[in-house]
Structure formats: C-alpha cells, structure tokens
C-alpha cells in the first residue's frame, strides 16, 4: 500500500492549489481517503476526508477521487497564510494507517 502527494508550492493569499495523492497496491474503489495538515510546532489535524462519495466539500476545500486514475484530489481555494502547512493523504485499511511522504504548502506574498 503506497499513497504519495504532490502539487504543494508556493502560492500568494487568496491564490489556489490542487494537491494529488496517488495510491497504489489496494483496491482504490470506496477505501477512505482523507487530507491531513500539519504547521510548524502544531499538531497534525484533519483536512477533509471522502468515503463513499465522489467529492465532499469543507468551506474552501474540496476532496474528491478519481477511481479511475486510483487518485484523491484536494482543491483548496481562497488560500490564507494560515493555511501553510505539510499537507499529507492517508488512507486506512484493515485497522492500519498509511501516509504519504507529505507535500509542503506555503501561502506567502
């Protein structure tokens, strides 16, 4: 089982990003895919995560899969200084958990 993110950069506030994690070696079909985030000396928090669906929108960001390219998208619009942060993509299958590598975001003008 191997997911891995990419699309991070450097963007300006009230830019937009796209962020994709690529999964392998298991079913993609309906597993749970979420986004996690983590910022310098914070904990690493939820973002948004998709089970069944196709797209779940959180506010500015939207998760949704593409099962034919065995892939999770993270749109995030809107973006705010805030938002900087290692961006991660997990999945969890048989009780085990399984994380990218991560991708940095930085919101700076």
């Known amino acids: 089982v191997q997911v891995v993110e990419s699309g991070g950069g450097l963007v300006e506030p009230g830019g937009s990003l796209r962020l994709s994690c690529a999964a392998s070696g298991f079913t993609f079909g309906n597993t749970p895919m979420s986004w996690y985030r983590q910022a310098p000396g914070k904990e690493r928090e939820l973002v948004a995560g998709i089970t069944t669906a196709v797209v779940s929108v959180k506010g500015r960001f939207t998760i949704f899969r593409d099962s034919a390219k065995n892939a999770v998208y993270l749109q995030m619009n809107n973006l705010k200084p805030e938002d900087t942060a290692v961006y991660y993509c997990?999945?969890?299958?048989?009780?085990?958990?399984?994380w990218g590598q991560g991708t940095q975001v930085t919101v700076s003008s």
């Open positions: 997990k999945t969890t299958m048989g009780g085990s958990e399984y």
